[in-house]
Every structure is written in structure tokens, then in C-alpha cells.
């Protein structure tokens, strides 16, 4: 019984770390000359005051952009000031890219208004379903985020049965590739067959939370309940496209830290 109660008082103290203190800066290297600072699945959590830890990484690293790929906030959320100044922080640094995540979408739909206004308070690139031409150091990318319906995530209040998200649907989103190297955002890495069919370069995304619990580096569960998802933390080839997968930052999470991610490309 000693024994079990030693153990419990462990793991808990390991969450404890892992979840408040900790969060890791995971480095990627495709080229060279751009740096990308990759944030996801943010919630509810804090990292400092205002997620001051975040914005203080930026100005330590000085990415040339940043990518957030959705669950900036949680669908619970009412209140959307901590979030505007992280925002305005990062826009300090680097031009700031964004797309919505499955919680953002299904906030109450009182409160949506007021998220939209707050973003517009900020310089945040919202991609909704679009993309934006960038030169950055005589390179020029076209970068483009993608939001399904929110009933491919999750129908009925089932995650059962969602609707599925194809190649046709993600074409009506978006309209055919635009030319040139697209980098894409995208939550659900579990779409990556059809990014690259569209003809994404690079997909970032985040949405698994790096499975929740990591086992000899694999991830143990998604938010669809679902075991060992496909794609959970790291980087990914699909067909010809780098599917780059952020292991976010909130949310519960074992063996398993926080990170924010960073692409030299």
C-alpha cells in the first residue's frame, strides 16, 4: 500500500512539472534562411502570465513567422483578453499566421462575435479557408489554412460518425494549388491524405495534443477517443508533402511535454 501511494505521489508530481513548469522548444531543419515558430492547442493553459513564456520565446528566437494552428482558446472560454495580448506579443515579432481549431468553431455562438473582434484588434492573418502570398528574404511562399465543417470533427455531439473530409471537399474549400511552395495550416493532422493530394509542401498542424500519454514515443490517444492515432507529434512524410505535427502546449498530457516548434526551411 506504501508502495502505491509512493507511486501515485510520483506520477502526480511528474504532471504537476510536466504540465505547469515545463515547455520545450523542438527544433526541425528542411533548408535554411527561414524560421518558423510553430504554436498549437494553447486552451486554457498558462505559461506565464498572458502566456508570457510564449511571446518571450518568440523574441528570444526571432522567427521570420509564426504559424498558430488552432485551440488558441477552449470552446469553454468567455473571456478572450489574455489571448489578445499574446497575440499582439507575437505580432511584435513576426508576421502572425492563424486558423481556426475544432474549439474555436464551436465556441457559443454569443460569444463568436466577440473572438472575431478581438482578432481584429490584433494583426493576426486569419486563414479561413484562403491563402496569402509572402516574401520573405528574396523567397516568396503562399500560405494557406484550411477549416473543415465542424461536423467533420464531431456529429450529433458523437465523435462517433463525423462526416468525412475528401479531396473533393478540401478542392470546394480552397479552389485548386496555387503555384508556387504552399505552406499550409491545418488543425486535424489526421487529414494529411488529402493535403497532399491537393498539393501542400509543408502541413503544419496540431489538434492530437502528441496523443495525450507517449509510449516509447508513439502516442497513445486522440481526441476522437481514439487509440494510437496515426499522426501525433513530429514530422511526417505524405506522398510528397512534410506533414509537420506540433505536440501542443495544454491540455493533460504524460511523458509528453508542451513545445512549441521551430522550422528552419
Given at each position: 500500500?506504501?508502495?502505491?501511494?509512493i507511486?501515485i505521489l510520483?506520477?502526480?508530481?511528474?504532471l504537476?512539472?510536466e504540465?505547469r513548469?515545463?515547455?520545450?522548444?523542438?527544433?526541425?531543419?528542411?533548408?535554411?534562411?527561414i524560421?518558423?515558430?510553430?504554436v498549437?492547442d494553447?486552451?486554457k493553459?498558462r505559461?506565464g502570465?498572458?502566456?508570457?513564456?510564449?511571446?518571450?520565446t518568440?523574441?528570444k528566437?526571432?522567427?521570420?513567422?509564426?504559424f498558430i494552428?488552432?485551440?488558441?482558446i477552449s470552446r469553454?472560454e468567455?473571456?478572450?483578453?489574455?489571448?489578445?495580448?499574446?497575440?499582439?506579443?507575437?505580432?511584435?515579432?513576426a508576421?502572425?499566421?492563424?486558423?481556426?481549431?475544432?474549439?474555436?468553431?464551436s465556441?457559443?455562438?454569443?460569444?463568436?462575435?466577440?473572438?472575431?473582434?478581438?482578432?481584429?484588434?490584433?494583426?493576426?492573418?486569419?486563414?479561413?479557408?484562403?491563402?496569402?502570398?509572402?516574401?520573405?528574404?528574396?523567397?516568396k511562399f503562399?500560405?494557406c489554412?484550411?477549416?473543415?465543417k465542424y461536423t467533420?470533427?464531431k456529429?450529433?455531439?458523437?465523435?462517433?460518425?463525423?462526416?468525412n473530409f475528401?479531396s473533393?471537399?478540401?478542392?470546394?474549400l480552397m479552389?485548386?494549388?496555387p503555384?508556387?511552395n504552399?505552406?499550409l495550416?491545418?488543425?486535424?493532422p489526421?487529414?494529411?491524405d488529402?493535403?497532399?493530394?491537393?498539393?501542400?509542401d509543408?502541413t503544419?498542424s496540431g489538434?492530437?495534443?502528441?496523443?495525450?500519454?507517449r509510449?516509447?514515443?508513439?502516442?497513445?490517444?486522440?481526441?476522437e477517443r481514439?487509440?494510437?492515432?496515426k499522426?501525433?507529434?513530429?514530422?511526417?512524410?505524405?506522398?510528397?508533402?512534410k506533414l509537420?505535427v506540433?505536440?501542443?502546449?495544454?491540455?493533460?498530457?504524460?511523458?509528453?511535454?508542451?513545445?512549441i516548434?521551430?522550422?528552419?526551411?
Amino acid at each position: 500500500m506504501i508502495y502505491f501511494a509512493i507511486a501515485i505521489l510520483l506520477i502526480s508530481a511528474m504532471l504537476f512539472i510536466e504540465n505547469r513548469l515545463i515547455i520545450l522548444c523542438r527544433h526541425e531543419k528542411f533548408g535554411d534562411g527561414i524560421r518558423i515558430m510553430h504554436v498549437s492547442d494553447i486552451h486554457k493553459d498558462r505559461k506565464g502570465a498572458d502566456n508570457c513564456r510564449i511571446s518571450e520565446t518568440a523574441e528570444k528566437k526571432s522567427p521570420d513567422m509564426i504559424f498558430i494552428t488552432g485551440d488558441l482558446i477552449s470552446r469553454s472560454e468567455t473571456d478572450f483578453k489574455s489571448a489578445e495580448i499574446l497575440l499582439n506579443r507575437l505580432c511584435e515579432v513576426a508576421p502572425v499566421y492563424m486558423v481556426f481549431g475544432n474549439h474555436e468553431q464551436s465556441i457559443d455562438e454569443k460569444y463568436m462575435p466577440e473572438l472575431e473582434k478581438m482578432l481584429e484588434n490584433t494583426k493576426v492573418q486569419l486563414l479561413n479557408n484562403c491563402g496569402e502570398y509572402i516574401q520573405i528574404k528574396n523567397r516568396k511562399f503562399c500560405i494557406c489554412g484550411v477549416v473543415p465543417k465542424y461536423t467533420a470533427y464531431k456529429k450529433n455531439d458523437s465523435y462517433r460518425n463525423p462526416d468525412n473530409f475528401t479531396s473533393k471537399d478540401m478542392t470546394e474549400l480552397m479552389g485548386a494549388k496555387p503555384y508556387g511552395n504552399i505552406l499550409l495550416l491545418a488543425h486535424n493532422p489526421l487529414w494529411a491524405d488529402v493535403y497532399a493530394e491537393w498539393g501542400a509542401d509543408y502541413t503544419f498542424s496540431g489538434h492530437v495534443h502528441g496523443g495525450a500519454v507517449r509510449i516509447f514515443g508513439k502516442g497513445v490517444l486522440s481526441p476522437e477517443r481514439k487509440l494510437f492515432p496515426k499522426y501525433s507529434k513530429g514530422v511526417y512524410t505524405v506522398g510528397e508533402m512534410k506533414l509537420c505535427v506540433s505536440g501542443g502546449i495544454g491540455k493533460l498530457r504524460l511523458f509528453n511535454p508542451p513545445e512549441i516548434v521551430f522550422y528552419e526551411l
